[in-house]
């Protein structure tokens, strides 16, 4: 498997300081990472984060990521995707 993540992040969220996560996902979706979901969901919030996923029978899913920032980051807070 093949990703550049930079180029993805920035797309997606116009920046790549989400690089990792999307690289850590892509891994964790092969089955590289041997830790579970709910413990990947536990170690996000424990550190501030939050994902909700709203998913709709025939309308999609709309994935809501947010990572907590410092006071003085120009990272964008919280992004939005819908599938």
């Known amino acids: 498997m093949s ?3 930079n180029r993805l992040s920035d797309a ?3 920046d790549t300081v989400f690089a990792n ?3 850590l996902g ?3 979706q092969q089955g590289l990472v041997p830790v579970t979901s ?3 969901m536990r170690a996000i919030e424990l550190n501030g984060g939050k994902i ?3 998913s709709q029978l025939g ?7 947010t990572f907590p920032i410092a006071a003085n980051a ?3 807070p919280s992004v939005s995707s819908a599938a």
């Open 3 to 5: 990703l550049d993540a």
């Open 21 to 23: 996560v999307i690289m």
């Open 12 to 14: 997606l969220f116009g």
């Open 74 to 76: 120009s990272a964008k």
């Open 59 to 65: 309308q999609g899913t709309v994935c809501t990521v």
């Open 26 to 28: 892509a891994a964790w």
């Open 52 to 54: 909700s996923i709203d």
């Open 38 to 40: 709910d413990a990947l």
